[in-house]
């Protein structure tokens, strides 16, 4: 069974085949050209699910199980934002160290050095067999102060809750136990699994 990832983010590829290192897992731009989406939903979800669709709608195979994913974070004191907007903080075409540094001059502006935060990862599966979608999170606090140089967006701010460190300086051992992709992609493998057990 091929599962395909409606993503080409580098980072998101390499967690999302890590996790499912036993499967055989493409993004779909090794198998098509890159198209545009527009993610117009007002929920993590909605917007999984819309990228899911398009791609297994695009790919043109029945038997392809879609996954996408929808993720980002929400700040106490800026309101829960970016929330959805995660991947365009700082507006189109801008870089994930621009996003970062909108939020460090939002949460200084406000008077604070940090806030309470929350990730959230919405994964979207879309095959033959119908859709759904599962969620995770991970809590902790941003901080106007950038530490570490793994992983990649939001990561050296964002201190996961019960650590001292930023996600930015733990190790991907630590972090994949942590990450509110993980969680949410370890549910969907649940439902892929009786996906595949449908087809068997």
């Not at 930023?166 to 051992?173: K, M, V, W």
């Amino acid at each position: 069974m091929r599962i395909v990832l409606a993503t080409s983010n580098k980072g998101k590829v390499r967690e999302i085949k890590e996790l499912f290192h036993d499967r055989e897992v493409f993004p779909y731009t090794e198998l098509m050209e890159a198209f545009e989406i527009i993610e117009d939903g007002e929920t993590f979800k909605e917007n999984a699910l819309i990228k899911a669709r398009a791609v297994y709608r695009a790919l043109g195979d029945a038997d392809a199980v879609v996954i996408a994913d929808d993720s980002g974070i929400s700040v106490d004191v800026l309101g829960g934002a970016p929330g959805i907007y995660s991947a365009r903080y700082a507006g189109e075409g801008c870089s994930d160290r621009d996003n970062l540094n909108k939020i460090v001059e939002g949460v200084k502006n406000g008077g604070f050095e940090s806030s309470p935060a929350h990730y959230t990862a919405a994964i979207a599966i879309v095959s033959k067999e119908g859709e759904s979608c599962v969620h995770g999170w991970m809590y902790g606090d941003v901080s106007i102060y950038v530490r570490g140089e793994n992983g990649f967006g939001y990561d050296p701010i964002f201190t996961p809750s019960g650590f001292t460190q930023t996600l930015g300086e733990l190790n991907s051992e630590v972090k994949v136990g942590l990450s509110h992709r993980s969680k949410a992609l370890n549910l969907a493998k649940i439902l892929i699994d009786q996906i595949r057990f449908q087809r068997s």
